[in-house]
């Protein structure tokens, strides 16, 4: 499974918003040091939206920083 790693650029969080987030909806397993948690596809919408909102946050703070 390849990993994508969010950086602070317009064009990473837009391919994430493209692509990861999308196919989150069809379930997804979060990794952690203590074991993973698998979210099936029926639960998946509320972290999917989640993710979309904090993406595009990010983008938005991005972009005000270099028009300043």
């Avoid at 994508?4 to 909806?25: F, G, R």
């Avoid at 999917?48 to 972009?63: F, P, T, V, W, Y």
Wanted: hydrophobic fraction near 45%; charge should be negative.
């Amino acid at each position: 499974m390849p990993s994508t790693t969010i950086v602070d650029s317009v064009e990473t969080l837009n391919a994430a918003l493209l692509w990861h987030v999308p196919d989150m909806q069809h379930g997804f397993t979060i990794c952690t040091y203590h074991g993973e948690i698998t979210i099936r596809a029926e639960d998946a919408q509320p972290f999917a939206a989640a993710l979309e909102s904090l993406l595009l946050q990010k983008i938005n703070q991005i972009q005000k920083g270099q028009a300043s």
